[in-house]
C-alpha cells in the first residue's frame, strides 16, 4: 500500500522566516500530489496541486510546492511566513492507477509567532 | 463555486445510540470519502464510495460503521451504536475522476462534530 511521510510534526518559526515542510510517498507509479491546509477549527482546504507538467506548482498565499521525481518527493515551501499561517499541513498522494483512494500524510502543525 | 456541504454541523448522542451523518457532495462527483479527525489530532481515512460499492475502508471502519448513497445527491455515514472514542468531527468529501489520470482535488465539507456521552 502506499504510504505519506512527513517528517517535521511540529515547527514553530518567527514571522518572515522561511518555510519548508518535507513530504515523502512511497509509490513508483505516477501519481498526482495535494498539499492541504486546515486552519484552527476550519476544515481542509487545497492549497496546491501537481498533476504534470512543471514539477515547480505554485499555490495560495504565496505557498509553492516542488515535485522531484526521483526523491519521491513534494515538499512545500513559502519564503515568508506569517502569523495567519498557523495551521496544519497535510500531503497527500493519489496513485493513478490504483484505485480512488487519497493518502494523507500525518500532518506538520506549523506555529508562526509574531 | 461548488461546495460539499455536512449535516447537522454538531449532533450530541447517548453512548448506544445510532447516528447518521448527512453529506450532500459535489454534483458531478462520483468518488465519495468520510474522515474523521478526534480532537487535537489527525485526519483518518474511513471509507471511500464509488459506484456504489465500498472501494475501501480503514481499521477504524469496522462493523459499527456503514455508508449509504441512498439517492443520487446525499451519501450518509451511519454509527450503528456509538462508543465515547466515536467523538470526533467527521469530514466528508468529494472528488472527480481526473482527464491527466487518476483522482482530481478532494473537496471537504465543513464537518460534523460528533459528540457522545
Known amino acids: 500500500a502506499q504510504s505519506v511521510s512527513q517528517h517535521n510534526h511540529h515547527v514553530i518559526l518567527s514571522e518572515a522566516a522561511s518555510l519548508e515542510l518535507g513530504c515523502n510517498y512511497s509509490y513508483g507509479g505516477t501519481v498526482n500530489l495535494f498539499w492541504y491546509v486546515q486552519y484552527p477549527g476550519q476544515h481542509l482546504q487545497l492549497l496546491l496541486k501537481?498533476?504534470?507538467?512543471?514539477?515547480l506548482v505554485k499555490g495560495i498565499k504565496g505557498f509553492e510546492a516542488e515535485f522531484i521525481k526521483s526523491k519521491f518527493s513534494f515538499n512545500l515551501r513559502k519564503p515568508s511566513v506569517q502569523w495567519s499561517d498557523t495551521a496544519e499541513y497535510f500531503c497527500a498522494v493519489n496513485a493513478r492507477n490504483t484505485g480512488n483512494q487519497f493518502y494523507f500524510g500525518t500532518g506538520t502543525s506549523l506555529t508562526v509567532i509574531p | 463555486e461548488p461546495e460539499v456541504t455536512q449535516t447537522p454541523s454538531h449532533q450530541v448522542t447517548q453512548m448506544g445510540q445510532e447516528v447518521i451523518l448527512r453529506c450532500v457532495p459535489i454534483s458531478n462527483h462520483l468518488y465519495f470519502y468520510w474522515y474523521r479527525q478526534i480532537l487535537g489530532q489527525k485526519v483518518e481515512f474511513l471509507v471511500s464510495?464509488?459506484?456504489?460499492?465500498?472501494?475501501?475502508k480503514s481499521e477504524i471502519f469496522d462493523d459499527q460503521f456503514s455508508v449509504e448513497r441512498p439517492d443520487g445527491s446525499n451519501f450518509t455515514l451511519k454509527i450503528r451504536s456509538t462508543k465515547l472514542e466515536d467523538s470526533a468531527m467527521y469530514f466528508c468529501?468529494?472528488?472527480?475522476?481526473?482527464?491527466?489520470?487518476?483522482?482530481?482535488?478532494?473537496?471537504f465539507g465543513p464537518g460534523t462534530r460528533l459528540l457522545v456521552l
Open positions: 501537481y498533476f504534470s507538467g512543471d514539477p
Open positions: 464510495f464509488y459506484n456504489n460499492e465500498i472501494s475501501e
Open positions: 468529501a468529494s472528488s472527480a475522476r481526473s482527464r491527466a489520470g487518476g483522482l482530481e482535488t478532494q473537496y
